[in-house]
């Protein structure tokens, strides 16, 4: 498959195979419906990408209850960085382009910013569904009537997109609408998950359908450079698990720019690793299991989804947990795992887990898990977390 980007022929780096997506959950023996996951890298952009995209439809949410949640610490800094921007004031037009904007422009409202505004998903983007994310908000993005949505908002001065960018579809024509709602001076905020650890360390959790681009400082800076934005501001922001990248550009030069580009993330994510992975957890599981330990699959996101998936260890799972309500006699999907709830968990005095959470519910898990009497033994599906594998 050509890049997303330039066109050019792109490097396969892993064919995973065929997967359903992560949020359709499913009844017992319900049929799936699976398209190819692969990631191929361009020569010319430095991007990782998905080599094939899941159809759109398949995207679409199916439940009402399915929910993202990106780490927000950093907004405070975030929303004093905006406030000192070279040309900003109170009285600076600042938008969002989707509902992961709310808490940053909430923010800026309190600190007296005035006009503010955020793409109305009915109004400006044509929306008619009941149930969608972003899958379809950046494809509505990509192809919308800009002059419509500037018929009732003025240009912007701030236009902050968090977590929309990596999703997109159509990269180059979501950039131009970004651009073509903003003022001449004005900036681009982007905010978009650090895959430069999950790429040379082989974290398989940052993998996921949804995720279209799998960006590192330089493939990021990179990309927005081509499309013709200047970099005014860029800081990785450390989280436990993946860190976020924060970049803000601007559509007119400055006299002092530069072309800063990071040297090139090294690239291990291979069919050799993969293999080498699947072997260790494998080993590791199975002795856990001669010892007549439970093993125990705990949170079922699309991390702790596509982990069992690549690493192919779905037949050593005894027991899937959530506490999700919504998820209560739904099967994991791509299994025949029934998920459960964690109170079935003091059943059992020997228990090997695998955390499929982040690192927050990892902490508030294990507090809880104190009180069980069973043997623990823990594992988590992620590289960074001192349960690894
Ligand atoms: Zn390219």
Redesign the pocket.
């Known amino acids: 498959m050509p890049?997303k980007?330039?066109n050019?022929k792109t490097r396969k780096l892993i064919n995973f195979g065929n997967f359903p997506v992560a949020h359709r959950f499913k009844k017992k023996n319900q049929k799936e419906k699976k398209s190819k996951l692969a990631l191929s890298c361009?020569p010319?952009?430095n991007?990782v990408q998905l080599e094939k995209l899941f159809p759109l439809t398949d995207l679409r949410p199916r439940f009402e209850w399915i929910n993202y949640n990106e780490p927000e610490e950093h907004l405070d800094k975030l929303v004093n960085i905006i406030s000192k921007l070279k040309g900003i004031n109170k009285n600076s037009v600042i938008s969002g382009v989707s509902y992961k904007e709310h808490t940053t422009l909430g923010r800026l409202k309190k600190k007296g910013f005035k006009n503010i505004w955020s793409l109305d998903m009915k109004k400006d983007l044509d929306i008619k569904l009941k149930k969608f994310n972003l899958e379809t908000i950046q494809d509505k993005i990509s192809n919308a009537n800009i002059n419509k949505i500037l018929k009732n908002k003025k240009k912007s001065d701030v236009l902050i997109a968090r977590h929309i960018l990596e999703h997109s579809y159509n990269t180059k024509d979501f950039i131009q609408s970004l651009k073509n709602l903003v003022n001449e001076s004005g900036y681009i905020i982007f905010e978009v998950p650090d895959c430069s650890k999950a790429l040379s360390d082989c974290d398989y959790t940052s993998i996921w359908e949804e995720h279209v681009l799998y960006f590192t400082e330089n493939s990021l800076k990179k990309l927005l450079i081509d499309q013709g934005l200047n970099i005014s501001y860029f800081e990785i922001y450390k989280y436990s698990y993946e860190n976020i990248m924060i970049i803000i550009t601007k559509i007119k030069k400055s006299k002092n720019f530069k072309k800063i580009y990071k040297k090139k993330t090294p690239i291990n994510i291979n069919w050799k690793n993969l293999k080498k992975d699947r072997f260790l957890v494998r080993n590791k599981i199975q002795k856990y299991r001669k010892e007549n330990y439970k093993i125990c699959l705990f949170g079922t996101g699309h991390s702790a989804f596509t982990y069992l998936n690549l690493t192919k260890i779905h037949d050593l799972i005894d027991i899937v947990i959530d506490d999700d309500k919504h998820k209560k006699n739904y099967y994991l999907p791509n299994s025949n795992l029934k998920i459960q709830n964690s109170s079935v968990l003091k059943k059992f005095t020997k228990l090997c887990l695998i955390l499929g959470v982040n690192s927050e519910s990892e902490k508030k898990i294990l507090l809880r898990l104190k009180k069980i009497k069973s043997k623990l033994v823990l594992y988590s599906v992620y590289k960074r977390s001192k349960y690894s594998f």
Request: charged share 25%; aromatic share 0%; net charge positive.
């Open positions: 890049c980007i330039c050019k361009c010319k952009c991007l």
